[in-house]
């Protein structure tokens, strides 16, 4: 049994800290909390259901034309619910406009794909068990993703570039580097970190409407208890999140594991508004 | 020029304010005489609705927070007269009263739900109020003794005469009636405005006095009644109710319905409420696309019309004002609103220490500001003034070093307690409610004075009735004195900054202040203008005031301080009589140069 809390733990939480990275990338190149991350990350299990199962597409190919599919969503996004409000980010006019797209999002899935939980094609031909790919997938998706980004802002100048947008935005654009066209870049970047992260969990969480406000929610929770941009933070509070939802869910119910988490939430930002790891705000006057 | 009777604001006109109520009750009355049953089930929704969205608007179009998830208190309400009417943990209520009931408990779940907003940023508090409502949901599901799980109860019958589908359609518009006028009169009173402050212009609320806890505590809780309220409506409208009864669509809705209304309006939001309600009823194929149409209109009216039906209603606001307008203070009006008789304080600053990081930003400087003197404050950029000021003004609190007035410890007090000392200040930006008019930005000043509580105001007691009259009034006066009362009734943000910095000095002597912090008062105006600013500063010292001028215009200090301080790197270089700090040596070499 043990094993099973474990490895259904541990693989929602790499789902939870994936869908945090997408927050965070979002954010760092704009400041825009964006309630699309976890909508896309939904797309990418409908998406990936519809080119495979639907279509009949190999899964080669159903990947790449999903991953092609975020990196244009987060496009859209950008050019849509982000670069309009940036201009005036302290009336803070991006949570509704990415609420509206995200809506838009959802509600396209409900009426052309379907409401309920589909069924989300096997990946790799692997037999199930502890070793079923709807465990291992989504926490190598995570692997992968964290180090990539890790290698990206270490070793190349694009990476570099995000870090110093990320950091001050304003000292960077006088630096003369290309904020607009690095925000595209972070937006498209977090679409296809997003979708993946759906493609991943498809055999666990199946290609359905109802994953998109759960991911929405659940990813945000890391980021928020960790601290807003800080992808260990989300790693560690998605893990963290991950296994006690799992375990709680198990031994009380699902009821009070949503209940206990809620509370967890509300509690330490209370106590905390800028996160475990986050930094004290910036001055008022 | 005479004493002649001050000319009157009168402000938002009769119909104006309560055309909101007027409409609901012509156009809802009438309803039976021209439209059919079908017709009156869809307005008795609306009524439902509109209920909660009047308090969800003091919430989200008057206090500005994202309050998404509010169909968990109409869950919650819904759920509370149900159970309470069928006795499933109590003995069995009678409707009425149980809907009475739903109210207070919706009350204590706004309160809950809403209360992470002093402490959140928004799109935090977004996120619980979404969160809240998904737990809502599943409890309602799984609490199946007193839900009925997904079966679900039947939700309460309302007594003769009401328990006809028409009854029921003039009971929900009768409380619809009673809600707005109940909203309208919050949202016309100084609650009201604060709200606006708090959303516009935060650290100005503060230091009027505003104290925005408070403040959001009770408006919580009047939404959350009348979110409650609308659930018990809405059960027996439904007839039975289930979990999937209050869906996410729902709360799409309210939340939409408020913004596409357009904020800080009542009429807009009521209209927004009819028109998403009765989209879908008309066109049958909407139903399915009803919420991607809300979501489309949300996102048009973020980035195309981001002032909603409000706007573009607001036909006043649309004719030119005159472009060659001068301001022409009355210094001699001041009495009429200070009295003759401000006492002579002294507000001293002993040691100020305030270190940001590393940086000590002021390092150890004392400072008295005695009444009926102009104590001017220059030095380079940087050197430490408007820090100074906010220390005074409680934005920061200093490492090190004492505050006191005739005495008192003021230290540590938070910003809005220092309109208790009659410490009032402009800002070096102007703060001002852009989307308010210029006589309801200065009114704000005097929001200390006021005393009817929130419930006074909602109900429109006599004790809300005569402050707003004396505010009006005072306020009227405030802006002839500072020369702006042709401007009173027209948006704030349609102004020069030069006036706005004389709206921001009218707001400040509404708090009939012992102490006036101007900073920089005279960045960005005319010659003739700062003349005139001078004049007004004289007068208002001549009423025993204390000022600190913090600017950088050397001829205006020289002109009309008693004494001035220099501060250089946060330590203060020279103090005392101008001619003396003129011509002091260091004074020259770091700052006026020779």
Excluded at chain 2, 222 to 244: H, M, N, R, V
Aim: hydrophobic letters at 50%; one cysteine or more; charged letters at 15%.
């Amino acid at each position: 049994m043990i094993e099973s809390i474990l490895s259904h733990g541990v693989a929602l939480g790499a789902v939870y800290a994936l869908i945090g990275i997408t927050y965070n990338v979002m954010y760092a190149s704009s400041r825009v909390f964006s309630f699309t991350a976890g909508t896309v990350g939904m797309l990418g299990g409908v998406l990936g259901s519809v080119f495979i199962s639907t279509l009949g597409m190999p899964v080669i190919v159903g990947f790449l034309l999903t991953v092609l599919a975020g990196a244009l969503l987060g496009l859209i996004i950008e050019f849509v619910a982000a670069r309009p409000v940036l201009k005036s980010l302290d009336q803070h006019l991006y949570v509704l406009s990415t609420l509206a797209v995200s809506l838009i999002l959802l509600q396209l899935t409900a009426i052309y794909f379907s409401t309920d939980a589909v069924p989300f094609p096997q990946v790799v031909p692997i037999g199930p068990g502890i070793f079923d790919q709807k465990f291992w997938l989504p926490i190598l998706a995570c692997v992968v993703t964290v180090g990539g980004l890790e290698y990206l802002s270490r070793n190349t100048l694009i990476g570099r570039a995000f870090l110093a947008i990320a950091e001050d935005n304003y000292a960077a654009r006088a630096l003369g580097l290309p904020e607009q066209g690095l925000r595209m870049v972070s937006f498209a970047l977090a679409g296809v970190i997003g979708v993946v992260t759906g493609f991943a969990a498809g055999q666990m969480m199946f290609a359905s409407l109802a994953n998109g406000p759960l991911l929405n929610f659940y990813g945000f929770v890391p980021v928020a208890l960790g601290g807003m941009g800080s992808n260990r933070g989300a790693v560690i509070g998605g893990l963290l999140l991950g296994l006690f939802q799992q375990m709680a869910n198990y031994f009380f119910g699902g009821v009070f594991a949503s209940v206990a988490v809620f509370v967890v939430f509300i509690v330490v930002l209370l106590a905390r508004p800028e996160g475990l790891a986050g930094s004290a705000t910036a001055r008022r006057v | 020029m005479s004493t002649e009777t001050l000319p009157a604001s009168n402000g938002r006109s009769w119909l104006e304010k309560w055309l909101p109520v007027i409409l609901l009750a012509v156009v809802g009355g009438s309803l039976p005489l021209w439209g059919d049953e079908f017709f009156g089930t869809i307005a008795t929704r609306i009524c439902v609705y509109w209920v909660l969205c009047a308090g969800l608007n003091l919430v989200v179009g008057y206090a500005g927070q994202i309050a998404i998830g509010w169909v968990s208190l109409l869950t919650v309400g819904a759920y509370a007269a149900s159970a309470l009417v069928a006795g499933k943990v109590t003995p069995e209520f009678h409707p009425y009263v149980a809907l009475l009931l739903a109210g207070v408990v919706g009350a204590l779940f706004g309160l809950v739900v809403g209360l992470p907003a002093l402490r959140l940023r928004t799109f935090y508090f977004a996120m619980t109020t979404l969160g809240f409502s998904t737990i809502v949901t599943q409890i309602a599901l799984a609490w199946k003794s007193v839900t009925g799980g997904g079966i679900g109860i039947p939700g309460p019958l309302l007594p003769e005469p009401f328990d006809t589908p028409w009854g029921l359609y003039f009971f929900c518009l009768a409380v619809a009636i009673f809600c707005t006028w109940m909203t309208c009169n919050i949202a016309a009173s100084r609650y009201g405005r604060s709200l606006i402050a708090v959303r516009d212009a935060e650290v100005a609320a503060e230091a009027v006095g505003i104290y925005k806890p408070r403040l959001l505590v009770n408006v919580f809780l009047f939404s959350g009644a009348l979110a409650g309220i609308a659930g018990g409506l809405f059960a027996s409208l439904q007839s039975y109710i289930t979990p999937e009864a209050f869906s996410f669509d729902l709360s799409v809705l309210f939340f939409i319905a408020i913004l596409i209304g357009g904020r800080g309006s009542i009429l807009g939001p009521l209209i927004g409420t009819a028109v998403l309600t009765i989209l879908p009823e008309f066109a049958a194929p909407l139903v399915q696309w009803s919420t991607f149409v809300y979501a489309v209109l949300l996102l048009a009216i973020v980035l195309l019309v981001p002032g909603g039906i409000a706007e573009l209603l607001d036909f006043k606001n649309r004719k030119p004002i005159d472009q060659h307008r001068e301001i022409r203070p009355r210094p001699e009006l001041l009495p009429k609103i200070m009295g003759t008789d401000t006492p002579k304080s002294l507000l001293d600053l002993k040691g100020i220490v305030l270190a940001f990081g590393g940086v000590r930003a002021v390092d150890g400087v004392d400072l008295d500001i005695r009444g009926g003197e102009v104590h001017g404050l220059i030095g380079p950029n940087g050197s430490g003034k408007t820090t100074t000021l906010n220390a005074i003004s409680g934005y920061y609190a200093p490492q090190e070093g004492t505050v006191t007035v005739d005495g008192a410890d003021i230290t540590g007090l938070g910003p809005h307690r220092r309109a208790d000392f009659h410490i009032a200040r402009t800002f070096q930006t102007p703060r001002i409610i852009g989307e308010e008019s210029v006589i309801e930005n200065v009114m704000v000043g005097g929001n200390a004075f006021g005393h009817g509580s929130f419930v006074e105001a909602m109900l429109a007691l006599p004790r809300h009735r005569s402050d707003e009259a004396k505010l009006r009034d005072d306020a009227m006066t405030a802006l002839c004195l500072v020369g702006l009362e042709r401007l009173a009734d027209v948006r704030a943000d349609r102004l020069q900054h030069s006036e706005l910095r004389f709206v921001e000095i009218a707001r400040a002597v509404m708090m009939r202040p012992r102490f006036l912090l101007l900073d920089e008062p005279a960045a960005g105006l005319s010659v003739d203008e700062i003349k005139r600013l001078a004049g007004l500063i004289s007068a208002i010292r001549a009423q025993g005031t204390g000022v600190l001028l913090v600017e950088h215009h050397a001829d205006l200090i020289f002109e009309i301080c008693d004494r001035v301080t220099v501060l250089n790197l946060g330590k203060v270089l020279a103090s005392g009589e101008p001619e003396e700090v003129r011509t002091h040596r260091e004074v020259v070499n770091a700052y006026l140069g020779a």
